[in-house]
């Protein structure tokens, strides 16, 4: 009986002690991470989009960006908005500054105008839109305030934008030798040998953050097409020579020459074999087979692709 008391009285200071705790303030490490995070002081910042000065501190820039900007990037701007766990690929994180369209070299931040033409012009196959319902001066202001969102802004410096010389007239050499250089760079590896983006390693590929990437399909490309960085022959020759930052895609400023970069943009411009172009066209008055040399062992045979010619 002794020992059943005991048994009742360990138990009655258990239930006392577990309620003790019950109303006990919860820590705030423990509390859940929603709703609205308080407004953080941030740093003024400017941007310079030609004649156009955009300021952080406007009146519309915070609006603007909790209302189009925070539901996928986040209140910080960490790529954590709410909507982000259903977005693919992800939302860029802000704080880290590391942007994948820029005419800026590798590692470097990139000019107010780049930012700015990707507000204006979207990422093709993400959920990043064209925000073309935004007049200048708001486009201009959002880069201000996205500058704030990191601390590279306020120690570094823009890079400066790279070169783009003169495009060489489209021939069937030039294309020719884009072909051997997609197979000497071994660029069939990721994005497969007639361009598809289903090469060995694509369902290997991964971002910086760990997320799976799938390389650009290029044969997809009709008449409306766009590569994630732009759509004109200027822009795929940016993307070689700057890369895509936050992504498996180097640069290739230090591997290749200005009138290489040149030949492999005129190659993979025929790998979009269903969007009407110059390139094309000199393939299909060239009997639609790209002549060159023989392959090397370890990588697969070029396409022989055609024009589309319709």
């Given at each position: 009986m002794k020992n059943a008391n005991h048994y009742k009285f360990g138990i009655g200071l258990g239930c006392l002690a577990l309620g003790a705790l019950s109303i006990l303030p919860v820590s705030a490490q423990d509390a859940p991470d929603v709703g609205p995070h308080p407004p953080v002081p941030r740093p003024k910042m400017e941007s310079h989009i030609g004649h156009v000065t955009g300021h952080s501190d406007s009146s519309r820039a915070p609006y603007d960006y909790r209302r189009y900007c925070a539901g996928c990037h986040g209140d910080l701007g960490d790529g954590n908005g709410e909507n982000a766990m259903w977005i693919d690929p992800k939302p860029r994180d802000f704080t880290a500054a590391v942007f994948k369209c820029r005419s800026t070299p590798t590692g470097t931040l990139p000019a107010d105008q780049d930012l700015f033409n990707t507000i204006g012009r979207g990422l093709t196959n993400s959920n990043m839109p064209i925000w073309n319902t935004f007049d200048p001066q708001q486009k201009a202001d959002l880069v201000a305030y996205i500058k704030t969102l990191s601390p590279r802004w306020q120690s570094e410096k823009a890079g400066e934008p790279i070169k783009v010389p003169a495009e060489p007239a489209v021939t069937i050499e030039s294309i020719s030798h884009g072909a051997?250089?997609?197979?000497?760079?071994?660029?069939?590896?990721?994005?497969?040998?007639?361009?598809?983006?289903?090469?060995?390693?694509?369902a290997t590929l991964t971002d910086s953050k760990d997320n799976p990437i799938r390389p650009y399909n290029f044969a997809s490309g009709a008449d409306d097409s766009r590569f994630k960085c732009g759509s004109t022959n200027q822009d795929l020759y940016r993307i070689f020579?700057?890369?895509?930052?936050?992504?498996?895609?180097?640069?290739?400023?230090?591997?290749?020459?200005?009138?290489?970069?040149?030949?492999?943009?005129?190659?993979?411009?025929?790998?979009?074999t269903h969007r009407h172009s110059k390139e094309n066209d000199v393939l299909k008055a060239s009997g639609g087979k790209i002549p060159s040399k023989a392959p090397e062992s370890n990588s697969p045979a070029p396409s022989e692709?055609?024009?589309s010619g319709n």
């Open positions: 051997e250089l997609f197979q000497k760079m071994e660029c069939w590896k990721c994005h497969g040998p007639q361009g598809k983006g289903d090469g060995p390693s694509a020579m700057t890369g895509v930052d936050g992504t498996p895609m180097p640069s290739f400023a230090d591997v290749i020459q200005p009138k290489d970069a040149w030949d492999l943009v005129h190659y993979l411009r025929t790998l979009q692709n055609k024009g």
